[in-house]
Nanobody
Framework: QVQLVESGGGLVQAGGSLRLSCAAS????????MGWFRQAPGKEREFVAT????????YYADSVKGRFTISRDNTKNTLYLQMNTLKPEDTAVYYC????????????????WGKGTLVTVSS
């Protein structure tokens, strides 16, 4: 059973930055596509970014393109999301996701979810 544990969330002012991390258990981290999703209060969970198994290809939601960067370190079994120029509308719980296929841009393709980390952006 895979466990995904997010960290790095918190309160930040608009225009600021945060870096989220997702630590994965197990020996097969490098075999899976990874992604980030988010869920704002009262809204459905939505795709944010995804990265392929070796980190050579990435794909972003239009709403975060140019501001967020997804990366992974397969030697540390860790996924990252660097978030810059944050906006109040980025406020959400951010979830780490793992799945077999790239791009991991649809909730139905996710095999494992983390429990999430809250990001709050104040105006």
């Amino acid at each position: 059973q895979v466990q995904l544990v997010e960290s790095g969330g918190g309160l930040v002012q608009a225009g600021g930055s945060l870096r989220l991390s997702c630590a994965a258990s197990g020996r097969t981290f490098s075999s899976y596509t990874m992604g980030w999703f988010r869920q704002a209060p009262g809204k459905e969970r939505e795709f944010v970014a995804t990265i392929n198994r070796i980190g050579s290809s990435t794909y972003y939601a239009d709403s975060v393109k140019g501001r967020f960067t997804i990366s992974r370190d397969n030697t540390k079994n860790t996924l990252y999301l660097q978030m810059n120029t944050l906006k109040p509308e980025d406020t959400a719980v951010y979830y780490c996701a793992q799945g077999p296929y790239y791009p991991l841009d649809d909730r139905d393709r996710v095999r494992f979810w983390g429990k999430g980390t809250l990001v709050t952006v104040s105006s």
